[in-house]
């Protein structure tokens, strides 16, 4: 049986809901926006007063208005604050419509570089510190940006006919390592906090799926054991350059430019500020920077976070002894919603150390 026809008054009723709605600074149809949108708020209204039986026939009789019945969509103004300019007469100043926000807000820590590695057991110390610290502000999701691992075994710049390639780990080793150093960090969570665990592949855990593609006979015998050993303590992984997207913010381990290259250096942030379209949250720099680039339209601005390294503070690997570096220690406590870092604080190792390491955790140097 068809459904039968709307009358006039139903729908010049329909009409001035979108219209109030719209007044109040909810969006019209195709424009993007957080809110649900002048027609399905005034939808939800027109059923929690009997109207109408359902949200969707409120919002096909909506789209089936024209001519006199098509709602005046100038009403509508985007929802940013404008000072407005003072003139001969003081005219008051309208109030801001308060943004609406639909989504869950969400806390998120970031582990920026951790480069563990065989030849520097003192550095497990630091997960279990980082791990208790976590049990203590228990966010939602658990993000490690990668390069967790230094995986100097699989090394292409130190050949293996060298000095230094001679005294690389094997690969045994670094493998070995990595479950030490997903035991180190249960030694610091609390039982009862289990949080999203996401692990995202750096450049150097990379390194495993090249020596294997070198070493066509090794395939899949050297990664399989490496992901293996990230699911059983619950970490989900992401390839390299891909990107992780939690409520509308990006976490990698490192931009890429389009050639398909990891973005670093200086500008790195500045650059990836230009080409993304969401909030993003990267490692792979070990230097800390939140640059915010300025965007016209209906997103005021792009965050881009360089997240530092999570290496003991002062250490730097051997390749950058002598360069300056600027690198920064720590881990990255952020809160997030709806495509917005809306918090964000830079969490130093140092200070970790002083809250989390006095039960017999404390920090042992090798001379």
């Given amino acids: 049986m ?16 979108i219209e109030a709605k719209l ?4 969006r019209p149809p195709g424009t993007a926006g957080k809110d649900l949108g002048a027609i399905r708020t005034a939808a939800a209204e027109a059923v929690a007063a009997g109207e109408f039986r359902t949200e969707q026939a409120f919002v096909s009789c909506a789209n089936s208005l024209a001519g006199d019945f098509e709602p005046d969509w100038g009403l509508w103004t985007p929802p940013r604050y404008q000072q407005p300019h003072a003139t001969y007469k003081l005219i008051p100043a309208p109030p801001p419509v308060e943004m609406a926000r639909a989504g869950q807000l969400r806390h998120i820590v970031a582990i920026p570089d951790r480069h563990r590695c065989p030849r520097h057991p003192h550095r497990l110390e630091w997960d279990t510190i980082i791990w208790r610290f976590l049990s203590d502000v228990r966010p939602d ?14 090394s292409r710049w130190d050949r293996n006919d060298t000095i230094a390639g001679k005294v690389k780990p094997t690969i045994r080793a670094d493998l070995d390592h990595q479950i030490e150093m997903c035991q180190a960090e249960e030694r610091g969570r609390a039982k009862d906090y289990k949080p999203r665990k996401h692990k995202l592949r750096g450049n150097h855990n990379h390194r495993l799926w090249l020596y294997e593609n070198n070493n066509p006979e090794t395939q899949g015998a050297l990664t399989q054991q490496y992901l293996e050993t990230l699911a059983q303590f619950g970490w989900r992984e992401y390839g390299f350059g891909e990107i992780l997207t939690l409520s509308g913010v990006g976490f990698t381990h490192a931009p890429f430019n389009g050639m398909g290259k990891p973005m670093g250096g200086k500008t790195a942030t500045h650059r990836a500020g230009a080409l993304l379209t969401a909030p993003l949250v990267h490692g792979h720099t070990h230097s800390f920077e939140v640059h915010n680039a300025a965007k016209l339209g209906l997103i005021d601005k792009i965050t881009v976070v360089q997240a530092g390294c999570a290496l003991p503070p002062g250490e730097v690997e051997h390749y950058a002894q002598h360069s300056p570096t600027g690198w920064s220690y720590g881990v990255v406590d952020m809160w997030v ?5 809306l918090d964000l604080s830079f969490r130093s190792l140092e200070r970790l150390r002083a809250i989390y390491s006095d039960d017999g955790a404390d920090i042992k140097r090798v001379a």
Wanted: glycine fraction near 8%; charged fraction near 30%.
């Fill in 2 to 17: 068809p459904t039968p026809a709307r009358t006039d008054a139903q729908k010049l009723a329909v009409k001035q809901r």
């Fill in 23 to 26: 007044a109040q600074g909810f």
């Fill in 141 to 154: 999701d658990v993000v490690d940006l990668g390069d967790d691992l230094t995986l100097d075994s699989c």
């Fill in 337 to 341: 919603q709806d495509g917005e870092i």
